[in-house]
């Protein structure tokens, strides 16, 4: 099975654009065909099913995905799919790390509700049993409209699941300085 290209369709969306492409995955801004609406697509680069860490990020972010329902948790879509991908709902903003920059900082004004927000999704995870591990500036995209939305639950682990990456990996995954 070849890896799709930007104009592909795959299952029932039709990739517009490539938005980034990482060492893990590939992720395409896509059309979904059965509701209209603009999605993610995040689609493990290469052959994941010979490569342990990648399969295992891969399933534990399908598994978690499937616990979360909070406003400032990326929504997470479940549709029939032909191969291994996660779809999540298109959030259009900047990364904290973007919107801080090196040398800069937010105003207290700012920083607050942001902060707040982020204890509330915080909150919800813990209060689901589910540590994100991976908590970094990257991965809190900052929207206009509806405040912050916490993404990628590749690391995340709950108590209530089988941990995937612990069973073979003897050294810890994540960002140096945000494990």
Excluded at 73 to 85: A, H, K, L, N, T
Excluded at 156 to 166: I, K, Q, T, V, W
Aim: proline share 6%; hydrophobic share 40%; glycine share 6%.
């Amino acid at each position: 099975m070849s890896f799709p290209e930007v104009g592909d369709t795959l299952d029932i969306f039709t990739l517009c654009s490539e938005l980034h492409k990482g060492p893990l995955a590939t992720i395409f801004l896509a059309e979904d065909l059965l509701s209209r609406q603009r999605v993610v697509l995040k689609m493990p680069c290469g052959d994941i099913l010979n490569q342990p860490i990648l399969l295992y990020h891969y399933q534990n972010e399908d598994r978690i995905s499937r616990l979360l329902d909070h406003p400032g948790i990326v929504r997470f879509i479940q549709r029939q799919r032909s191969r291994q991908y996660i779809i999540m709902e298109h959030v259009i903003g900047q990364d904290l790390r973007s919107r801080v920059g090196r040398n800069r900082t937010l105003r207290l004004g700012e920083a607050l509700p942001l902060m707040d927000q982020l204890c509330s999704v915080i909150g919800y995870l813990h209060e689901q049993a589910i540590v994100h591990l991976d908590l970094k500036p990257e991965n809190i995209i900052c929207c206009r409209q509806t405040g912050i939305k916490l993404i990628d639950f590749g690391l995340a682990s709950c108590r209530h699941l089988p941990d995937l990456l612990a069973l073979d990996m003897k050294n810890p995954q994540g960002s140096p300085w945000y494990i």
